[in-house]
């Protein structure tokens, strides 16, 4: 059983930094990314960006591409997301979520396993 474990949320200001972590712990397949999905109050739960962990493919959505960046440690089985230049609509539970086989999704279904959350919040 696969379990995902998300930290490093917080609040931070306008042009802050943050970085998240997410520890996959379990069985894991050979070809598996790991995607960042985010749902602030009222809103659906959108995808923010995806790591292959066999060959580090990377995909970003458009509103955090230059802002946000992936990487990953395989030997700890851990992906961090280094959030720059947060902005308030940056706000959202933000949740890490598995996806098994190749290629880089955003699409939720395509996630079976997924984290508990952390909440980031970007305010003055």
């Known amino acids: 059983q696969v379990q995902l474990v998300e930290s490093g949320g917080g609040l931070v200001q306008p042009g802050g930094s943050l970085r998240l972590s997410c520890v996959v712990s379990?069985?894991?397949?050979?070809?598996?990314?790991i995607g960042w999905f985010r749902q602030a109050p009222g809103k659906e739960r959108e995808g923010v960006s995806c790591?292959?962990?066999?060959?580090?493919?990377?995909y970003y959505t458009d509103s955090v591409k230059g802002r946000f960046t992936l990487s990953r440690d395989n030997a700890k089985n851990t992906v961090y997301l280094q959030m720059n230049s947060l902005k308030p609509e940056d706000t959202a539970v933000y949740y890490c979520?598995?996806?098994?086989?190749?290629?880089?999704?955003?699409?939720?279904?395509?996630?079976?396993?997924w984290g508990q959350g952390t909440q980031v919040t970007v305010s003055s």
């Open positions: 790591i292959s962990m066999s060959d580090g493919m990377t």
């Open positions: 379990g069985v894991t397949p050979d070809y598996y990314a």
């Open positions: 979520a598995r996806h098994v086989g190749i290629g880089v999704p955003l699409i939720r279904y395509q996630y079976d396993a």
